[in-house]
């Protein structure tokens, strides 16, 4: 069995693993990182959006060893010292969820689109959440929560 | 659903990705994983291997090579979109690239898996196959070069050997005067085209000196609309060149599926010819 190395939220694991074992049963079932959920069979729907170097990836779709010696973080990484990051902020104050299912990928999504665009307009924040599937809100409540957690992102980094 | 088991390998070099590929018949490259996974996860391929080449230093960037440009297989779609030489050199693919999927996939699939995986509904074999591109495979016996219009054989299927991996794409740089566009019509976001349209078009004097059209999902492969590629030659922009795109349906044959019927892929293809044709000559 192959053994990979990965640091996950700042913690790094060597764990060994089935080839055909999925970075997100990795997170759920071995790391016990289940702020990452599964929605779907067919890599549509984004739920399981988390960061691999840096950049958004459906971890569904990614087998653990193709993580190996990668750096990963999850919905459960993005805080710090028990608060909440900027954008999980924005969702809560937006009402940006109702089950809440798609919100985890949904935030990771959101932090990888303003690594190119600091502050994306309504239809940027449509486009570059493509890949996430809210069989809730009806979209329009996650827009505004993505353009407030982007100002207050910004306003975070004007002001440190 | 969790895939079958399998082997893993990841080798350190082209050759020995070769030599694993040549030991296994029933082995498979694994590039992004952005097809195969789904495939793996709904249990409709049941490798005995995969072959990691994801890494391989060998098959990744994008050179510029003076008359053409030279993209190793396993460049990334987000890459390829950010690539200042492909968007200065075939501009075409990055608009395409940029239609694909959404960008946690465009993050992980490449532009070889894409062209290997070869489906007919994918937006960049038609891309590659209207630029005349040349697809360079890697076998233990060394590499070998095929143009794209001998590359896509039939459904999902290759000129691709055993044994060989797709390491590259060689794209010739058109000349000034050309314009690109790629028109993909489909019904949700990040869903594949039912119809794409890839266009180069090149203009003199208020008319079209010279077309190339490639059709996404119109066939068992991406296709040339040569017809209409040649009723284009010399039209003037207006009714001659919407006369021109009635024929980019010939010789096509397109399939039947929950999403349209050969007819309406029919009526669409000459109708996003027609977009296509004149949003590449600049004239919407
Ligand atoms: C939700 C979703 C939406 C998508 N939408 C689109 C879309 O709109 N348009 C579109 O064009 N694509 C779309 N795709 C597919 C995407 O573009 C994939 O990235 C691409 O089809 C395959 O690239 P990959 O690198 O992931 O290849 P993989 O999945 O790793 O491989 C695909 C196949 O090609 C073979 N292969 C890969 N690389 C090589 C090589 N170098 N040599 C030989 N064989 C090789 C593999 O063995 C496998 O059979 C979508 C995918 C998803 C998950
Ligand atoms: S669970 Fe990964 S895309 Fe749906
Ligand atoms: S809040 Fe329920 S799926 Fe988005």
Redesign the pocket.
């Known amino acids: 069995m192959p053994r990979i190395t990965v640091t996950v939220d700042g913690i790094t694991y060597e764990e060994d693993v089935e080839p055909r074992l999925l970075l997100v049963h990795l997170l759920r079932d071995r790391l016990g990182k289940t702020g990452t959920p599964v929605g779907c069979d ?3 729907c984004g739920a399981c959006t988390v960061m691999l170097d840096g950049r958004s990836v ?1 971890s569904c ?1 990614v087998l653990a060893v193709q993580a190996d010696g990668c750096d990963v973080v999850t919905i459960e990484g993005l805080g710090a010292g028990g608060s909440m990051h900027p954008m999980q902020r924005a969702f809560h104050e937006e009402h940006a969820l109702q089950c809440g299912y798609c919100t985890p990928g949904m935030v990771m999504a959101a932090i990888d689109l303003l690594r190119d665009d600091p502050d994306p307009s309504e239809e940027a924040i449509r486009h570059g959440l493509e ?1 996430n599937l809210c069989r809730c809100t009806g979209y329009c409540n996650i827009v505004r929560a993505v353009r407030r957690g982007a100002q207050e992102m910004g306003q975070a980094v004007k002001t440190s | 659903m969790i895939p079958a088991q399998f082997d893993y390998v990841r080798p350190g070099s082209l050759a020995e990705a070769c030599a694993e590929l040549a030991a296994d018949e029933d082995a ?12 793996l996860r709904l249990r409709l ?1 049941y ?1 005995s291997k995969l072959v990691d ?2 890494r391989l230093p060998e ?1 990744s960037g994008v050179h510029d090579r003076g008359d053409h440009v030279y993209i190793g ?2 460049t ?2 987000d890459e390829v979109i950010r690539s200042a030489v492909v968007t200065e050199g075939c501009p075409l693919l990055a608009l395409a690239t940029a ?4 960008p946690a ?2 993050h ?7 062209l ?2 070869a ?1 007919p ?4 074999p038609a891309v590659v196959l209207a630029l005349d591109g040349v697809l360079v ?1 890697g076998s233990e016996e060394g590499e070998r070069e095929i143009p794209a219009a001998e590359f896509f054989v039939d459904y999902l299927e290759t000129a ?1 050997r055993p044994g ?4 590259g794409v060689k794209i010739p740089k058109l000349g000034p005067g050309w314009g690109f566009h790629y028109e ?1 019509f ?1 019904r949700t976001a ?4 039912i119809v794409g349209v890839a266009a180069a078009v090149r203009r003199a004097d208020g008319a079209i000196a010279e077309a190339r059209i490639g059709l996404t999902n119109m066939g068992a492969t991406p296709l040339r609309a040569a017809a209409a590629e040649s009723a284009l030659r010399g039209a003037e922009l207006g009714d001659q060149v919407r006369q021109a795109c009635e024929m980019a349906d010939e010789g096509t044959s397109p399939p039947a599926d929950l999403h349209a019927q050969p007819d309406y892929r029919r009526h669409l293809a000459r109708v996003l010819t027609r977009r296509a044709v004149l949003a590449a000559a600049g004239s919407p």
């Open positions: 067919t890599s549509n459906k779709s890949g | 498979k490259v694994l590039a992004g994983g952005q097809s195969l996974l789904p495939l391929a490798p080449v994801g098959l297989a396993m990334t779609h239609t694909v999927a959404d996939v465009r992980r699939g490449t532009l070889g898996g894409s290997a995986h489906d509904a994918g937006d960049l495979a691709l060989e991996v797709l390491a993909k489909h990040q869903a594949w085209a």
